[in-house]
């Protein structure tokens, strides 16, 4: 083993959005030579301290040392030039471009007469490739590549440019079994190298087998720090979770009641590869249910929400029934007509119509009920507009204020708004309270938990546990585009559920766990 | 407590109730009275002002009707334009399927149709030619917009290819030749008067006010700003999004076949090379008129105004006896400032 000097040192790192404090005192240190973990829930801070560590969020309270001096890098082009480099989750390739072109973009070799100097630059590649032992032409254009070779040129291009520090952001999320130990094998070189590596994955026994130092965010603070020789998977989930929910006190359970949505054997074909993004889905929901759905990262829960909602028609088999009838969801026009309301993930980029006022955002699912003789009413709108700033308390200072001046939580409740106008029955609800503070939450929390009681069915995915366990009557959790497990309000625990989201099997009766392994792709 | 409400930090302002009335209304008269509507009327009445010093000639009846009338063209097309562009797209035919529906309608009027073969005439009236303009100017559109939803083809090369279609099927429809001596009652509608104002001025003002009922007031007008919004939040909130481009492309078809008449008539002639490069023309004053070519934000009456802008400017430029070459250099660097004035109004808001 080579010495364990600390390469890099966080030290009380604080960092504050507008009404969120995403990073709260972290503190953690890098040693060069070892493979450190980044463990956390989603939301627990993992993005935003990478995105501190590589440069991106120059601005933060706190200090980084490197190298033992400190520093504060400028940006991510000066993080790069001291050695510190990301890799992300969505590779940033150019798809047209060679591997060569890509791995010296913005630092061409040129020649004495200043032009492109292709056969040092090929060279250079070659060897770096063979480093890595990827066996293909340096000149083969990137998107040719499969996923996992794609995710090695980003490698080359870190070792380039000399990096000491190597971030690598959900490596595995989208390559197979075999690309996945080429990657340990390569991250078993670095490491012999003496580069520092972050590994930030939400799958355990990978980091079982290759970290050798682990950090546990939650909330934005730094839980715990130390070895992973030592560690079991169920000691690293409590710590990940380990926390009251205080979020809100849960519901009484309700009772059985008379199904309002059923969905038969929902599948999804891919269309980026072959295969499917959604495997036999199958469940229901009751008149006045509030069924969470919990999945991590990829697990298929907007995509299935999507499906239901008529945006694949021509990818998607399999039934939805709603009061028993089937539903031909092949638009979004039909599905709404069915009774169904989507409220979408991100709502700035498929939510609302940022340019459009509150008014007209509001109305924009019901307009045909505010005509008058063909044109629209101006007072129709507004009466609807003001009964939904009234009931759902949306704060703004006038509803002709555009949507993109209003705050987060707000514009959450204009898609609310724009949804409940079309008096739907049931509400799939994709994240609804993604990025707003925590008043706001509360609010939609209690609006959900009315709206249920009037005898809406409710689907409500959400990646924050506490969330799902305050919300939920019962809880479906999601791996890799299959139902891999189903609990009740009263059985629920986040480790259960957080084991169950990693890949073990979870059976509702017996309340029994099977081997992680044997996962069919 | 700030003043001003921001984006996203409104929150903390907005917390514990609504906003002070002071914020409510500073912002409630930002949003009534835009600067931004008002510039390209301040720069209008600033050139009208200059050329009137200029020129002795600019500020005279005859001269400003003459200028209205040349405008008229252009409004109709430009209204049917800041349509498409509203909604995040563009057409760049408009100046063929002004020239081929003008063509049509002058040879109907003329020729009529002649089937040797059944030895059979079909003679067109007035209404009947115009109509069958009319209609093929909407079908052509109709097909843009079919073309560009149904295959996903980006705009601007679905309505770059109907432009060479268009002017082949126009050369192809006139042999090349001009089709001229359509009668005096067809050219009443390019040179007439009617209540001591020129007829294209009348029909620029038709289509004006049906366009501003159009956006303002119905359905379709609202989904237009949306889709050019944002479009996959229209898709999700039910919106037929290919229906109403379909529409608004057939729309635009139509205002070329009705501004093709309209030239056709003035000059008692259509010419196969009608309305070249007034695609450009039109985008221009579409532009000018604030109307953001990445969609969802414009009106109809700035585009208007930017029409009537590039009109006057034109004008003033030959009375001025700048020369032809220079005039393109001055409306080009025209258009560029307007972008630029409006981008920077855009950054503000």
């Known amino acids: ?521 | 407590m700030p003043q001003n409400i921001q984006p996203i930090a409104g929150e903390k302002s907005a917390a514990d109730g609504r906003p002070s009335g002071a914020d409510g209304r500073s912002l409630a008269l930002q949003n009534r009275f835009p600067i931004a509507r008002f510039q390209s009327l301040i720069a209008l009445f600033l050139l009208c002002l200059a050329l009137s010093i200029l020129s002795d000639k600019f500020l005279t009846f005859s001269n400003l009707w003459n200028v209205m009338r040349q405008i008229s063209v252009n409004i109709c097309i430009s209204v049917g334009m800041t349509l498409i562009v509203l909604t995040a797209g563009i057409d760049l035919s408009v100046g063929s399927v002004l020239a081929l529906c003008g063509a049509i309608t002058a040879g109907l009027l003329k020729n009529g149709i002649e089937i040797p073969s059944l030895n059979l005439f079909i003679g067109f009236t007035l209404l009947g030619a115009t109509l069958v303009g009319a209609v093929t100017g909407s079908a052509l559109g109709a097909f843009n917009g079919w073309a560009i939803t149904r295959f996903s083809v980006p705009p601007f090369v679905a309505t770059l290819a109907m432009l060479t279609v268009a002017r082949g099927l126009t050369m192809l429809w006139t042999g090349g030749f001009p089709i001229s001596g359509l009668g005096e009652t067809f050219q009443f509608i390019g040179t007439g008067w009617f209540l001591a104002i020129p007829v294209p001025v009348w029909i620029s003002i038709v289509v004006v006010a049906f366009a501003v009922f159009l956006t303002e007031k119905t359905r379709i007008g609202r989904y237009i700003y949306a889709i050019g919004g944002n479009e996959s939040a229209s898709r999700l909130s039910g919106i037929h999004v290919s229906r109403v481009k379909i529409i608004v492309y057939t729309i635009a078809g139509a205002l070329a076949a009705v501004g093709g008449i309209m030239v056709t008539s003035r000059l008692d002639s259509a010419q196969p090379n009608a309305g070249i490069s007034y695609e450009l023309d039109s985008i221009a004053a579409v532009v000018i008129g604030g109307t953001s070519l990445s969609g969802g934000r414009g009106s109809i009456l700035g585009t208007v105004q930017g029409a009537i802008i590039i009109g006057v400017l034109n004008n003033g430029l030959v009375l001025l006896n700048v020369s032809p070459f220079w005039q393109q250099v001055v409306k080009g660097l025209v258009i560029l400032l307007a972008v630029i004035i409006d981008k920077a109004n855009a950054k503000n808001e």
């Open chain 1, 1 to 521: 083993m080579t010495d364990t000097a600390t390469l890099l040192e966080v030290k009380q790192i604080t960092k504050r959005f507008p009404g969120v404090i995403a990073l709260d005192d972290v503190s953690l240190s890098i040693e060069a030579g070892k493979v450190t973990a980044l463990i956390g829930e989603n939301g627990a801070g993992k993005s935003t301290l990478m995105k501190i560590l590589s440069g991106v969020y120059p601005d933060f309270e706190g200090e980084i040392h490197y190298k033992g001096e400190p520093v504060r890098f400028t940006g991510p082009k000066d993080a790069q030039q001291q050695g510190v480099v990301i890799i992300h989750q969505e590779l940033n390739l150019i798809p047209y471009l060679t591997i060569t072109e890509n791995i010296f973009l913005g630092r061409e070799l040129v020649t004495q007469y200043g032009t492109m100097d292709k056969s040092r630059m090929r060279k250079k590649t070659q060897e770096i490739l063979d480093r890595l032992k990827l066996k293909v032409n340096p000149e083969s254009q990137v998107f040719k590549l499969k996923v996992g070779q794609q995710q090695i040129v980003e490698i080359a291009k870190a070792l380039l440019s000399d990096a000491e520090l190597i971030i690598m952001d959900e490596p595995t999320s989208a390559i197979t079994g075999s690309e996945v130990e080429v990657l340990f094998d390569i991250i078993a070189d670095l490491k012999a190298q003496n580069k520092a590596i972050v590994y930030v994955s939400h799958k355990l026994d990978e980091l079982f087998r290759i970290a050798d130092n682990y950090v546990v965010l939650r909330d934005g603070k730094s839980i715990e720090s130390g070895e992973m020789a030592g560690m079991t998977q169920d000691k690293l989930i409590s710590k990940m979770v380990g926390r009251k929910i205080e979020v809100m006190r849960k519901m009484a359970d309700r009772g059985a009641c008379e199904p309002l949505l059923e969905v038969k054997n929902l599948n999804l074909k891919s269309r980026a590869k072959a295969g499917n993004v959604l495997h036999d889905v199958s469940f229901n929901i009751g008149r006045g249910e509030i069924v969470g759905l919990f999945g991590l990262m990829g697990a298929g829960r907007t995509e299935l929400l999507e499906s239901i909602f008529g945006l694949h028609p021509a990818h998607t088999s399999g039934q939805v029934l709603i009061d028993g009838q089937q539903v031909c969801c092949d638009s979004p026009s039909r599905a709404i007509a069915a009774g169904l309301a989507l409220v979408p993930e991100d709502r700035k980029k498929d939510g609302l119509v940022l340019g459009l006022d509150v008014k007209n955002n509001i109305s924009l699912t019901t307009l045909e009920q505010m005509e008058n003789l063909g044109t629209l009413s101006d007072s129709k709108e507004c009466d609807l507009a003001d009964h939904y700033i009234g009931e759902l308390r949306i704060k703004t200072p006038s509803k002709s204020q555009k949507a993109q001046n209003l705050s987060g939580g707000n514009q959450q409740k204009i898609v609310l708004a724009k949804w409940l106008a079309t008096r739907p029955k049931l509400m799939l609800l994709d994240e609804p309270t993604r990025g707003i503070d925590i008043n706001a939450k509360t609010e939609i929390y209690k609006l959900i938990i009315r709206l249920a009681n009037d005898g809406l069915g409710i689907l409500v995915v959400s990646s924050e546990l506490p969330e799902i366990l305050a919300l939920s009557d019962r809880i479906l959790v999601m791996t890799e585009g299959r139902i891999n497990g189903e609990f009740s309000a009263s059985e629920a625990t986040e480790d259960g559920i957080l084991k169950a989201a990693i890949g073990a099997t979870h059976t509702a009766v017996g309340g029994q766990w099977s081997a992680v392994g044997g996962q069919t792709p």
